[in-house]
Structure formats: C-alpha cells, structure tokens
C-alpha cells in the first residue's frame, strides 16, 4: 500500500502544491483546510504514515493539536512535521513533533524530511 500523508494546511495555494509533490513522489494524500476536518478524519481510525501540519489554523493551533496526538496511545506513533512561516523549530520540540519545516520551503528539504519520516 502506498505511504499515506494526512496534509493539515488552511492556506488553500501551499495545500494544494504540497499535495502535488507528494503524488508526483507516489503517495497518497488526504489534506485538510481546518482542524474540524482534520479531527473528524482522525476519528475514523484513520491511521497515516505521516502528518504535515501547520501552525496557524482557522480554528486550532497545529502545536496543540499535536500535543493532543501524541498524548493518544492510538495516535501518538504517527510522525509529525509542523509548518509555519511564523513559529520556529522549538515549537515541534514543545508540540513532540518530528520535525519543523519553515515556509516558505525549498522542495528538497521539504521531500528530505518527509523521507525521513516514511521510509
């Protein structure tokens, strides 16, 4: 089965590039505008290979999200990279992310930490 990646990002232009170089690298890809999307997909025991979240969200904050992930015996296995153009890397090491990715990001980077995470 191919390597899923759940994308929680409310910025519709950065979601919809992001899902376009994951498919161009063979995985699937579920994405999401908000956290009630992401949080109802999640629900459904829903088990990705990975998680890319932003930071600032409509209607949640990425960091505490996460932190409700990792908190869930079910959940709290699944890699997280959060994003943001704001936040800096010590907001994944306070959320227990795996990773941080700044925005705007460079492709290669991007698909290096992804690849560290799904291997």
């Known amino acids: ?7 929680l990002e409310d910025n519709d232009a950065i979601r919809e590039i992001i899902e376009i170089i994951l498919e161009t690298k063979g995985y699937a890809v579920r994405s999401f505008r908000n956290a009630s999307e992401f949080a109802a997909a999640m629900q459904e025991d829903a088990d990705p290979n990975l998680i890319i979240m932003d930071i600032m969200l409509p209607d949640g904050n ?3 999200i996460c932190q409700k ?3 869930d015996e079910r959940k709290q296995n699944i890699p997280v990279l959060l994003m943001s153009a704001h936040a800096t ?10 990773g941080f990715i700044a925005k705007p990001f460079d492709i290669n980077v ?3 930490k992804v690849g560290a995470q799904v291997a």
């Open 89 to 98: 890397a010590e907001s994944a090491t306070t959320a227990k992310a795996q």
């Open 110 to 112: 991007f698909m290096a």
């Open 1 to 7: 089965m191919k390597n899923c990646v759940f994308v």
């Open 62 to 64: 990425g960091i505490e």
């Open 69 to 71: 992930l990792k908190s």
